[in-house]
């Protein structure tokens, strides 16, 4: 009965330590989760803190870095003439139409009713009234590079990512099991399938597309009321009205809000000559690819060298760039605050074993009356704990586990529990419930005292 209380409170901590970790240290580096230990991105918009604050300081406010607005050919063949580079591509950040190269939209609403039986039972928040929005999405990046920066983060279940320009699509699997009406979704790639789409040039019509690929929503961790049906990547850098004239005044406007901006951006928009060789090719957004890692750091120390003024993205940066003295310091949040929650805990474990550990005092009384060492019994009340609490911390991990998935996992704070039964929430886990079996320990080991043994023995 004395473990009921401990195994409660274990729980509570496993799962608050879990949702502790989505909540704050996750939800940073899931940023950098789409980018592979061989790439580097970096914009012409985003410099770095130091620059940042040298603009801030010297009353400048613009974004770039008083050269470009985009990257020139020359930029992209001085990258690639770099014999450690694999792969370059420039895009322009962020931009995900909402329709295919052709210019065609889709959009279908599947509601409630219509959902297939098998389905409803995972998507009891939608209700009648409420729906799940599909519609066709294209790929921010080419699919030359989509596996070393997967922005979105796509988990592919079946197939591959669809081609660029193309009339390939990778579709969720709530999409899938809904024009399947089956559980078994595997067979539906390299099919083909028609879809209502409209466009300005044809209007409403009818358009075959191929599915290639099927992905992961973890619908049943955290559901959305809309998910895209990704096509392939599509060029816009749109270059001839970002060279207008009009586009030409207006950032020369823009510029012209004090005169330590307009100095600064003087190369940019002095003339129109200076505006079309600042815009470039029209793309903002960089790719670099590395051949190998172990070329990794002389590449990124050229690129800087070329790029100084940049913050770059890269798993390199996550810990050792601009940005990572924000991971530092949620990592260090984490530690210490897990760490204190952990402390606290021993210490309600320890007064719930007081009774517990005075009762096996008396017993090494005995012992230490027989001829056992104080260090023979600290030996035992170790390795009687230690038995104890991984027991104890096995009970409450399956326990916390059969809760998430019979209740957690299907509601809307499931996706704080993702991780729950990822190997590194474990191992932390186990190393903060060894910190509150050390407390235990020592409280049982301070309790032997040879005039508190001598007492009881008198009594």
């Known amino acids: 009965m004395l473990g009921v209380p401990i195994i409660i409170i274990l729980i509570a901590f496993i799962f608050s330590f879990t ?25 012409t918009q985003s410099l770095t803190s130091e620059v940042e604050d040298e603009l801030r300081n010297n009353n400048i406010l613009a974004s770039n870095d008083g050269k470009r607005i985009g990257f020139s050919n020359d930029d992209i ?91 390939e699509i990778l579709i969720p699997d709530l999409y899938a099991f809904t024009i399947s009406e089956t559980e078994d979704i595997t067979n539906l790639v390299n099919t083909t399938i028609d879809l209502d789409v409209t466009s300005e040039e044809k209007g409403m019509d009818t358009e075959k597309y191929k599915i290639v690929g099927i992905y992961d929503t973890k619908y049943k961790q955290a559901l959305s009321t809309s998910y895209p049906i990704y096509v392939g990547y599509i060029d816009q850098s749109n270059l001839q009205d970002k060279l207008s004239e009009d586009s030409y005044q207006f950032h020369a406007q823009s510029y012209k809000v004090n005169k330590a901006t307009e100095e600064y951006t003087e190369n940019i928009v002095k003339d129109y000559e200076h505006f079309e060789q600042a815009m470039g090719t029209g793309f903002d957004q960089m790719i670099v690819v590395v051949n190998d890692e172990e070329n990794f750091d002389s590449v990124y120390k050229e690129l800087k060298g070329i790029f100084p003024k940049y913050q770059f993205t890269s798993q390199y940066d996550l810990k050792n760039g601009d940005l990572s003295g924000i991971y530092h310091s949620l990592v260090r949040n984490l530690v210490v605050g897990s760490t204190i929650i952990a402390a606290i805990i021993g210490v309600v474990v320890v007064f719930l074993n007081k009774g517990y550990i005075y009762d096996r005092t008396k017993e090494f009384a005995v ?8 260090n023979d019994i600290a030996k035992i009340i170790s390795l009687e704990n230690g038995i104890i609490f991984t027991i104890y911390f096995f009970i409450a991990y399956l326990l916390a586990v059969v809760t998430n998935m019979l209740f957690i996992s299907n509601s809307k704070y499931g996706y704080l529990f993702v991780n729950l039964l990822t190997l590194k929430n474990i191992l932390s886990l186990a190393l903060l419930v060894v910190i509150i079996l050390l407390f235990s320990i020592f409280w049982g080991i301070a309790g032997i005292r040879n005039n508190n043994l001598v007492k009881l023995l008198k009594g």
Do not use: M, W
């Open 19 to 43: 949702a502790f970790q989505s909540a704050s240290l996750d939800s940073f580096t899931s940023f950098f989760a789409g980018v592979d230990d061989k790439t580097i991105v970096f914009n």
């Open 77 to 167: 063949n001085e990258v690639a003439s770099n014999e450690n580079i694999d792969k370059v591509e420039v895009v322009v950040e962020g931009v995900q139409s909402q329709f295919d190269y052709e210019g065609n939209r889709f959009e279908y609403r599947l509601d409630y009713e219509n959902i297939p039986t098998f389905l409803k039972k995972d998507l009891d928040q939608i209700r009648n009234g409420e729906s799940i929005i599909f519609s066709l999405t294209s790929q921010n990046v080419p699919l030359s590079v989509i596996r070393n920066y997967n922005f979105n983060n796509i988990s592919i279940i079946s197939g591959e990512f669809p081609s660029d320009h193309s009339k």
């Open 367 to 374: 012992l230490f009356c027989q001829g056992f060492s104080k």
